[in-house]
């Protein structure tokens, strides 16, 4: 099963930031948060990933609670390209599987 | 050039035929994986390999068996086609970088269907 959990949908304007949360309440000292998107049904494209501080790259932020336990992907000004599937996945470090889930479809409104 | 292609992007097959998509990358990474996507659900793992000699099943391996012919070449083979193997197959590579960071990427995907 999954080890995380996020909304099943959500919109954003275009040009707002959209925010996408993830719970990982049984997460462990060294497993990872990635994030990864989906557009149409094309291949999953890498996002970014953290252990517990907050990073950022040139396509988004990751925010993650001091217990761990829940993360927040923000892209910071959205557009319609970003339409698409979110995952947010932990990394099982013990055999380097990545479990996903269903994933957040984020819909960008004009 | 794209730096993980896939071969064939699309297949329709029949019942009870051998199909083999294959999966070629530039990236130079000694980690590769097979997976497959049904529709709305998330990736599930087939097949993964962390080099040449070392293979791995994952979630999901029965009816699938797979070859690493190379660093850079990672096949994965339907003995015996049957329709609920439709889906979408997707093929990852990814390194091991100290620390434990494994970020993998992924091939534009196959869509097989199987009549």
């Known amino acids: 099963d999954a080890k995380t959990t996020q909304p099943t949908s959500m919109d954003c304007a275009e040009g707002r930031a959209a925010n996408l949360p993830c719970n990982h309440s049984?997460?462990?000292?060294?497993?990872?948060v990635y994030w990864y998107r989906q557009i149409h049904s094309q291949g999953p494209q890498y996002i970014i990933h953290?252990?517990?501080?907050?990073e950022t790259n040139e396509m988004a932020s990751l925010i993650i609670t001091e217990d761990r336990k829940s993360s927040t992907l923000i892209l910071p000004h959205a557009t319609l390209r970003d339409t698409a599937v979110y995952y947010c996945?932990?990394?099982?470090?013990?055999?380097?599987?990545?479990?996903w889930g269903a994933g957040t479809k984020l819909i960008i409104k004009p | 050039d794209a730096d993980v292609t896939q071969t064939p992007r699309n297949r329709i097959t029949k019942t009870g035929k051998r199909i083999m998509l294959e999966c070629s990358q530039t990236?130079?990474?000694?980690?590769m994986y097979w997976y497959r996507q049904d529709p709305g659900l998330g990736l599930r793992l087939i097949y993964y390999s962390f080099d040449v000699k070392d293979i791995n099943k994952g979630e999901i391996s029965d009816g699938y068996s797979v070859s690493r012919q190379a660093q850079a070449k990672f096949s994965l083979s339907l003995e015996s086609a049957i329709p609920n193997q439709t889906a979408l197959y997707f093929c990852?590579?990814?390194?091991?970088?100290?620390?434990?960071?494994?970020?993998?990427?992924f091939g534009p995907g196959t869509r097989l269907t199987v009549l």
């Open positions: 990852a590579t990814s390194d091991l970088v100290f620390g434990g960071e494994d970020t993998q990427y």
């Open positions: 990236k130079g990474h000694d980690r």
């Open positions: 996945i932990v990394r099982v470090v013990s055999n380097y599987q990545l479990i």
């Open positions: 953290g252990l517990k501080n907050n």
């Open positions: 049984t997460i462990s000292g060294n497993e990872y």
